[in-house]
Each structure stands twice: as structure tokens, then as C-alpha cells.
């Protein structure tokens, strides 16, 4: 295999989206429309920024940081009917990527507490363990710097296009389980072929994986 590791996003990909239709319900909330504009301004982006963003489209009389605050609120309240659990297959897909010799580590915005709460026990699955992107997004070249990797190396697996478009940008091998039709659109426009559907990151395989590792060296040609 050229390819050593492999990066896993964890709400979206291994987890299901928590984050896209909150946003969404929460813009609706304050009498806004969520467009495709909107989505990618707020979608992977650094708090502070999104709040900043949202604040500003929305008129709204709060700070970014009450933004943020807010947006959590609603969110906690989302996820006592929909709550945080792997998406069907994740744990067979990622014991998968390991059978194939690939080191895993876990990565988003939310603080490392957050990955050991909501995986427990599965967080042994990640032989890198988990790194908060949320002062560097998207993480791509911070996340392959810190492993020490040749581009060509690591494998990351996303569910937003900014992500692809920096993968893409620093020739680093892609699979894109877009969050929605935007990104999945977005995804396109980057001319990224690896694509499944939203939370279906269980249905990753060892094909599409190893036609991957084929391509690494030159996968965005």
C-alpha cells in the first residue's frame, strides 16, 4: 500500500450529521434562508468565524460568541431526538482500513472531550487518537505535517467540499461522504469520483480504497 493513514472526520463521517441540519433549523429559527451561500460559509469553518458570519447575514443583535452559544443550545435539544451514534457500518468500515495496515486518526471541530465521550471505547480504534481542527480548518496539511507524511500518504474521508478543495489543492488523496446536495455538488465540480452518500461512511470498501491507493501519487490528475 502507498497509502500509511488514514484521517477520519468524526461528525458527519463516522458519526452522524449533527451539524448541517442544525445550522439549517437554526438560520429558519431567526427568519433566515438557508442557501447553498450560507451553508458553505458556516459548514467546517473555524466558531468564531461562523458566528461571525451567521450574526452578520441574520442582522442579529448578539456577538459571534453568543452566536455560537445559541447555536449549541439548539443543538443539544436536536440531539435528544436524533442523538450522536456511529453511522450503520462505521466500526466494520474502519477495522477495514485497518485490516488494510492503514494507522487511523480521528479529527474535527469540536474539542477532544467530545471524541471521548460520544466514541468511549471505540476510540482505540484511532491509533493517532483525535485532533481538534477547529484553530486550522480544515486540517488537511496541519493534520499530514503532524503525522509527518508525504502528501500521497494519507487518506482523508470528509463530508464537505471546503475540505476536498484543500485536499485537492495539496494533492492529498480524497473519499467525500457529502453532509448534502451542496456539497455533494461541490465535491463534483472538484472533479472528486471517490463519493458516497450522506452518512454512509459504513459502505466505504476495500475496492474503492484500493483503487485509491492505486492513484495516491497522482490521485487528482
Request: proline fraction near 5%; charge should be positive; hydrophobic fraction near 40%.
Amino acid at each position: 500500500m502507498i497509502l500509511k493513514k488514514a484521517a477520519i472526520n468524526i461528525d458527519g463521517v463516522f458519526l452522524k450529521d449533527t451539524f448541517n441540519p442544525v445550522i439549517r433549523q437554526f438560520v429558519e429559527n431567526y427568519g433566515g434562508y438557508y442557501s447553498p451561500e450560507f451553508e458553505r460559509n458556516c459548514i467546517s469553518q473555524p466558531q468564531q468565524k461562523a458566528g461571525a458570519y451567521i450574526t452578520a447575514k441574520l442582522g442579529l443583535n448578539m456577538t459571534p460568541e453568543e452566536v455560537v452559544a445559541k447555536f449549541f443550545e439548539v443543538r443539544d435539544e436536536y440531539i435528544k431526538e436524533i442523538p450522536e451514534i456511529p453511522v450503520e457500518g462505521a466500526i466494520k468500515a474502519t477495522k477495514m482500513l485497518k485490516d488494510l495496515n492503514l494507522k487511523l486518526v480521528c479529527y474535527g471541530g469540536l474539542k477532544e472531550k467530545y471524541f471521548h465521550e460520544k466514541l468511549g471505547k471505540l476510540t482505540e480504534l484511532f491509533d493517532h487518537g483525535y485532533v481538534c481542527t477547529n484553530d486550522f480548518r480544515p486540517g488537511i496539511k496541519e493534520i499530514r505535517d503532524r503525522l509527518n507524511l508525504k502528501s500521497y500518504q494519507i487518506l482523508f474521508i470528509d463530508d464537505v467540499a471546503r475540505v476536498a478543495a484543500t485536499a485537492k489543492k495539496n494533492g492529498v488523496p480524497f473519499i467525500g461522504v457529502p453532509c448534502s446536495p451542496v456539497q455533494k455538488e461541490d465535491m463534483k465540480g472538484l472533479g472528486l469520483k471517490c463519493l458516497l452518500n450522506c452518512n454512509s461512511f459504513g459502505s466505504i470498501t476495500e475496492k474503492m480504497v484500493r483503487k485509491v491507493d492505486q492513484k495516491a501519487m497522482n490521485f487528482w490528475a
